[in-house]
């Protein structure tokens, strides 16, 4: 469940963020952090860009950084990227 954990806390925040609940960023932020912190990539990328999808529906800004690996997660968050830039 370890491994997962990043997943619950970043499904959790999009459920916050449906409902307008101003948790969601504090959820993302976890999910993010703990994800670093078992050095799970893909995890941590997932939470980031839909921590910036949150911040682009709200209006607000955020900075998603690009580590060098060529996934789909990391091609999802470009594309994201070059929408919010």
Same mark, same amino acid.
């Given at each position: 469940?370890?491994?997962?954990? =990043?997943?619950?806390? #970043?499904?959790?925040?999009?459920?916050?963020?449906?409902?307008?609940?101003?948790?969601?960023?504090?959820? %993302?932020?976890?999910?993010? =952090?703990?994800?670093?912190?078992?050095?799970?990539?893909? %995890?941590?990328? #997932?939470?980031?860009?839909?921590?910036? #999808?949150? =911040?682009?529906?709200?209006?607000?800004?955020?900075?998603?950084?690009?580590?060098? %690996?060529? +996934? !789909?997660?990391?091609?999802? !968050?470009?594309?994201?990227?070059?929408?919010? +830039?």
């Amino acid at each position: 469940m370890v491994h997962y954990e =990043a997943k619950v806390h #970043r499904l959790e925040s999009e459920l916050f963020l449906g409902r307008g609940d101003e948790r969601s960023e504090a959820c %993302f932020r976890r999910a993010i =952090a703990i994800a670093r912190a078992l050095q799970a990539k893909s %995890f941590e990328l #997932r939470a980031a860009t839909s921590l910036a #999808r949150g =911040a682009r529906a709200a209006g607000t800004g955020v900075r998603l950084v690009h580590r060098g %690996f060529d +996934t !789909a997660d990391l091609k999802d !968050a470009k594309a994201l990227l070059d929408e919010l +830039t």
